[in-house]
């Protein structure tokens, strides 16, 4: 597995992973549909032992004390019909199956439609969900990881994302998007996803977007220098250089996960690198008169040698009266940056290198209002943006691609998760799906693949492998390596594949 961590909720909840066989999801999956599922904000709160903030009497509750016995409701599930698609095609000899600590199982097979985004669509790879038993799942479509290669399935080696930018495949099946970017401007009530670039009205006014390379190919980590409350310092470090890299300050990782509802930060000493336990020192904080929630202090993060503030009202849930920060397990060296970060900043994701991601943070303007569905924005959509089937490229426009930042409604649920709708085959079917910086892989929950002879209509099964002539027992195409295990805080390999190959192959 990659790092270890799952989610759990007083009440069921999200799960998701990101390797076949057997998979725990570094991630904390975050958010639920429905409030009475899980009362406190209906968040997914924990990884490994989780300690819950006690503040002002109120008490946390337990992240394991869930219903496993709950069933799954194969009712509340909106499924993807491939029969009713022209453009789908079943992937031979190649299962999907996703495996969690806790046992919650997802099985199917692996098929290849039409998937658009926005207004930009291609045909690509996806995992087909036909079994769940987790009501972890209940009301979901499907999941969208919008991560990088390193982080996909061997068996899905192309992300969405590099799919709609692959330019390689037959333009009668897509519309490419120029920039391989996208930003995600989140607010409580709302949200949009920007592909293509940044609309810089979303930026508060007298600032501007800082870069920030990451320090992975396999998620999206950033370095965090500091983190301060009340102008109290919560990483206080042993040494001030960082001993890997002579020179530089030293930092821990912080990677932004979308999955995540709250901030996780460190409740241990990470084997020497810190002086003083973080979370157990911002709790103390808070209990103190001095630092009292009256106060609303803001989280200050020194990220890239940039300070960025979270505002009190993104980090305390009035509510529950307690905050969304919770503390990871001493095996987890970093801090992840949930929906409380994405809430408080405008979030750029550049992958124009994939071996070099550039993320993108500003302060997120708060008269900026996301776009809605049936909203203005339509009057300024990409030129020809249709909802189209087939033919797609017949219609007069440059269908190759479009230089337009087009802006996707985003649904935040209860404050603890993101939506987003994509569409898949031909013509289109729609589902309302997890957005996902923390995983690579699209699944969408599907009916069982058609059967020779009975399909609505015509399909070509595709092996996952084709056979050199005159050598029909070797692969001529292999399934690129699998990720090595977490490299939090360190340069991982390189992303390995050849999934524009395969694209050409197929």
Request: charged content about 20%.
């Amino acid at each position: 597995s990659r790092g270890g961590m799952q989610s759990r909720c007083a009440g069921p909840g999200r799960r998701k992973g990101t390797e076949t066989l057997v998979v725990v999801q570094r991630s904390l999956s975050a958010g639920l549909r429905n409030r009475s599922l899980c009362p406190a904000a209906g968040l997914l709160l924990g990884i490994a032992i989780m300690h819950i903030l006690l503040v002002d009497g109120v008490e946390g509750f337990d992240p394991f004390e869930s219903d496993v016995s709950a069933p799954f409701n194969e009712s509340s599930i909106h499924k993807f019909h491939p029969s009713e698609s022209m453009s789908f095609a079943q992937v031979l000899f190649d299962g999907f199956d996703l495996k969690y600590a806790d046992t919650a199982d997802l099985r199917g097979f692996i098929g290849q439609d039409i998937v658009q985004l926005g207004h930009f669509f291609s045909r690509t790879k996806f995992g087909c969900i036909t079994r769940c038993d987790s009501a972890d799942f209940n009301g979901v479509d499907g999941i969208l990881g919008l991560g990088m290669p390193d982080a996909a399935l061997a068996s899905i080696p192309e992300p969405l994302l590099f799919a709609i930018t692959d330019n390689t495949g037959d333009p009668i099946s897509q519309r490419i998007l120029k920039e391989r970017k996208f930003t995600m401007v989140v607010t409580k009530n709302d949200g949009e996803l920007q592909l293509g670039g940044h609309d810089n009205a979303a930026i508060a006014p007298g600032h501007e977007m800082k870069f920030i390379k990451t320090t992975s190919t396999a998620e999206y980590s950033v370095p965090i220098t500091s983190i301060k409350f009340g102008g109290v310092e919560l990483l206080e470090f042993a040494t001030v250089i960082n001993p890997r890299v002579p020179g530089r300050m030293a930092w821990i990782p912080g990677i932004l996960d979308s999955g995540t509802s709250c901030i996780v930060m460190p409740d241990s000493l990470l084997h020497g690198v810190l002086k003083s336990k973080p979370f157990t020192k911002l709790v103390g904080l808070i209990k103190n008169p001095l630092y009292a929630k009256t106060r609303r202090l803001p989280l200050t993060l020194e990220i890239g040698g940039y300070h960025f503030s979270i505002p009190f009202d993104e980090w305390w849930l009035e509510a529950d009266n307690r905050p969304c920060i919770q503390s990871s397990p001493d095996a987890f060296m970093g801090v992840l940056l949930g929906d409380v970060f994405f809430r408080s900043l405008v979030v750029q994701f550049d992958l124009t290198h994939p071996t070099i991601p550039v993320i993108g943070l500003a302060p997120r303007n708060p008269e900026y209002h996301p776009v809605r569905p049936g909203s203005d924005w339509e009057k300024h959509k990409p030129k020809n943006g249709f909802d189209f089937g087939i033919p797609e490229g017949f219609d007069g426009s440059d269908a190759a691609a479009s230089s337009a930042i087009d802006k996707v409604p985003l649904d935040t649920g209860l404050q603890t998760q993101i939506f987003v709708t994509i569409s898949v085959g031909t013509p289109r079917q729609h589902f309302k799906v997890i957005l996902d910086t923390g995983s690579s892989v699209l699944g969408i929950f599907c009916d069982s693949p058609p059967k020779k002879g009975e399909p609505r209509f015509a399909h070509i099964y595709l092996p996952h492998f084709i056979p050199f002539g005159g050598n029909k027992g070797k692969e001529a195409m292999q399934h690129p390596r699998r990720p090595s295990s977490s490299s939090r805080g360190r340069i991982a390999s390189p992303p390995h594949g050849g999934s524009k190959g395969s694209k050409g192959s197929e």
